[in-house]
T-cell receptor, first 113, second 113 residues
Framework: AQKVTQAQTEISVVEKEDVTLDCVYE???????LFWYKQPPSGELVFLIRRNSFDEQNEISGRYSWNFQKSTSSFNFTITASQVVDSAVYFC??????????FGPGTRLSVLP | SQTIHQWPATLVQPVGSPLSLECTVE??????LYWYRQAAGRGLQLLFY??????ISSEVPQNLSASRPQDRQFILSSKKLLLSDSGFYLC????????????FGDGTRLSIL
């Protein structure tokens, strides 16, 4: 069965600090896909990144970076030099082949000026 | 490019009244469609999904129903709303395969009085 855990319910940082959001998943499949979404205060979910189970390369996009480690079943998300606009709820999600998404419970990030 | 429209943005309804939320997708054909509910400060709960016209799968037993009268139209309904139906409702679509991300509408904030 699929499961996604985001152990950090809420995180507060001061602007310009780096912050890492943890995501741990469970799956029995060898083919699966991982996603991160951002939900700003306005409410819509914004797709950030997709990673498939065969690609463990880390990815960097501007201030965002993602660390995928199959050995620990983790797909962590780091924001470097955080900004107030990064304040949001961040969701990690897992999709096995032929199955619907399973979302984690989300981590609320507050970046204080 | 593909877009998803969801309305209304905000709705206040009395207990026992009916409900109809509509979601349409443009720029794609035969998408998978989803309705989620998010209680205040909580994660996402999948309510219904559809892989084609007239095909609806329910994830959670409740007094809500969904219909897909056209390929790119997904409707969430209720005959009699309960207080517990309050929440933030999100419609999403994705193109077929498990490796594709879901794309979300802006959501409807439903308050039941």
């Amino acid at each position: 069965a699929q499961k996604v855990t985001q152990a950090q319910t809420e995180i507060s940082v001061v602007e310009k600090e780096d912050v890492t959001l943890d995501c741990v998943y469970e799956t029995r499949d060898t083919t699966y896909y991982l996603f991160w979404y951002k939900q700003p205060p306005s409410g819509e979910l914004v797709f950030l990144i997709r990673r498939n189970s065969f690609d463990e390369q880390n990815e960097i996009s501007g201030r965002y970076s993602w660390n995928f480690q199959k050995s620990t079943s983790s797909f962590n998300f780091t924001i470097t030099a955080s900004q107030v606009v990064d304040s949001a709820v961040y969701f990690c999600a897992l999709s096995e082949y032929g199955q619907n998404f399973v979302f984690g419970p989300g981590t609320r990030l507050s970046v204080l000026p | 490019s593909q877009t998803i429209h969801q309305w209304p943005a905000t709705l206040v309804q009395p207990v026992g009244s009916p409900l109809s939320l509509e979601c349409t997708v443009e720029g794609t054909s035969n998408p998978n469609l989803y309705w989620y509910r998010q209680a205040a400060g909580r994660g996402l709960q999948l309510l219904f999904y559809s892989v084609g016209i007239g095909q609806i799968s329910s994830e959670v037993p409740q007094n809500l129903s969904a219909s897909r009268p056209q390929d790119r139209q997904f409707i969430l309904s209720s005959k009699k709303l309960l207080l517990s139906d309050s929440g933030f409702y999100l419609c999403a679509w994705r193109q077929g395969n498990s490796n594709q991300p879901q794309h979300f509408g802006d959501g409807t904030r439903l308050s039941i009085l």
